[in-house]
């Protein structure tokens, strides 16, 4: 085996190491980036021929330089910081109370009637807020006393939260395809189309779900003690407690995908929105001003480390030759171009145990995207007017197994999140037995958008014909 291909397998060894002593992200890449540098460079003072590793990184190391500078100029990223404010402030609206509360009237004559609220609140402030963290606790402090008090099992309570919580990561205007789109030169609106059918997709999953454990094991979800006769005025509450949030995803989704407005505008439009809606709902004040503006800074300054380590990490590593390392290793796989592609998302989905979705995006995505690329027998016909559509479609596939590993247990980020807001009789075991039928749903989910592209690929193709 050639030595930079040796450097590169230790590379990865070394991150995936460092990992584990519990340093910073962004430390790690970038720490990391600068060992092999140096590594590199002393090989190379020996007599050990690296094919220029040294002075190529030196130019590259230039040119990150002047990436870190654009990263405040680059107009898909400005989006970044709004989307953020968005979500946060939104959690601070008190519109969530009132749905759970109009929408739990609405359904207390179905079985499970609150598991669907759940997760058509879910789906609503994945729509809104597009942060998992914000959702999963959110809806975890406003339903899980509720569900238990009702008589539902703890399992199934805290499954159903963390399924619905979790679809921030994958329904417009989710961040993680805002940095997705950027790192593989697509077009932001594509994918935000492109993910629109997928999430529904799983919020019909778990709808169906429930409905069906209502019918086969009704003790698991019984109905509610207090539950009203129908009336249309309950529809009508619930009606008027949505709206607010969906004149908001209308301003930001609608401005986008009918094309009067650009992701990165629209990102303003919706921070503004929430705000508005805070200030109307009676919930507006400078401490609730200062906490959110505190969280989205931090949120952002977050993911911008990373950004600037994975930068570092990403040229170092492409100058060792790991772009065309991994393609050669992925390309000799007896598997087959289908075989390739689910190794891939087998990969990811392993991945997501022990790295956040910022880590995998910037640096396991820039590298494998070329290789499906190229993946002749996978042909995608249909969808001329999207630019790259495989490429689309890979994404969308990322992201919904991304979106599976965030609750596979044992270190599912969303399962953390859950288990901080949850009541002390809830274990750490009762989310893990929960969260399990709702992994088998995500996954039924995948294998369908695998099975029919159609599912993630037609709204784009259509959008602007």
């Known amino acids: 085996m050639p030595l930079n291909e040796i450097l590169v397998i230790c590379m990865f060894a070394t991150f995936i190491g460092l990992l584990f002593t519990g340093f910073p992200i962004a430390w790690v890449l970038a720490g990391t980036s600068v060992l092999f540098t140096g590594l590199g460079a002393l090989l190379e003072y020996f007599g050990v021929s690296l094919g220029g590793f040294y002075e190529a990184n030196f130019i590259a190391f230039k040119a990150v330089i002047n990436r870190i500078y654009k990263l405040g100029e680059n107009q898909v990223l400005v989006a970044l910081p709004m989307f953020i404010y968005m979500g946060f402030m939104l959690d601070k609206s008190g519109i969530a109370e009132k749905m759970m509360l109009s929408m739990q009237n609405l359904f207390g004559k179905v079985r499970g009637g609150l598991g669907v609220t759940v997760t058509m609140i879910g789906i609503i402030l994945a729509a809104s807020t597009g942060i998992v963290g914000a959702s999963v606790v959110l809806l975890g402090i406003l339903s899980i006393p509720a569900m238990m008090s009702q008589g539902y099992s703890k399992t199934f309570s805290v499954g159903t939260v963390a399924g619905a919580g979790t679809l921030g990561i994958l329904i417009p205007p989710s961040i993680m395809l805002v940095i997705m789109a950027d790192q593989l030169a697509l077009s932001v609106g594509d994918l935000f189309m492109g993910a629109v059918f997928p999430g529904m997709l799983l919020g019909v999953l778990y709808i169906a ?45 609608g401005s986008i995908f009918a094309g009067i407005t650009t992701p990165t505008e629209a990102s303003g439009i919706g921070a503004a929105g929430a705000l508005l809606l805070t200030i109307f709902n009676g919930r507006f004040s400078f401490k609730v001003l200062k906490e959110v503006t505190v969280s989205a800074y931090n949120t952002t300054a977050y993911i911008y480390g990373i950004l ?14 790991g772009d065309e390392f991994i393609e050669k290793v992925l390309m000799s796989l007896p ?31 820039p590298l494998v995207a070329p290789v499906v690329e190229n993946l002749v027998t996978i042909d995608i016909q249909g969808f001329g007017t999207i630019d790259k559509p495989i490429l689309v479609w890979f994404v969308i596939l990322i992201a919904v197994t991304l979106q599976t590993s965030f609750l596979s247990p044992p270190v599912g980020f969303a399962l953390f999140y ?6 002390p009789e809830v274990k750490l075991t009762d989310i893990y037995k929960g969260v399990i039928p709702f992994i088998v749903l995500q996954l039924i989910g995948l294998i369908l958008i695998v099975l029919f592209p159609v599912i993630a690929l037609w709204l784009p193709s259509v959008a602007y014909g």
Do not use: H, Q
Not at 215 to 224: G, M, R, T, W
Not at 418 to 423: D, F, M
């Open 418 to 423: 859950l288990k901080g807001v949850c009541p």
């Open 308 to 321: 600037i380590g994975a930068t570092c990490f990403a040229l170092v590593l492409r100058n060792l030759g």
């Open 335 to 365: 598997l087959g171009d289908w075989g390739i592609l689910a190794f891939i998302l087998f990969c990811v989905f392993l991945l997501g145990f022990f790295l956040d979705w910022v880590e995998i995006t910037l640096i396991i995505l």
């Open 209 to 253: 779900y429930i409905l069906g454990l209502g019918i086969v094991k009704p003790d698991a979800v019984p109905l509610s003690r207090d539950r009203k006769p129908f009336r249309w005025s309950l529809l009508v509450d619930v009606v008027k407690d949505i709206l607010p949030a969906a004149f908001l995803i209308l301003a930001v989704l």
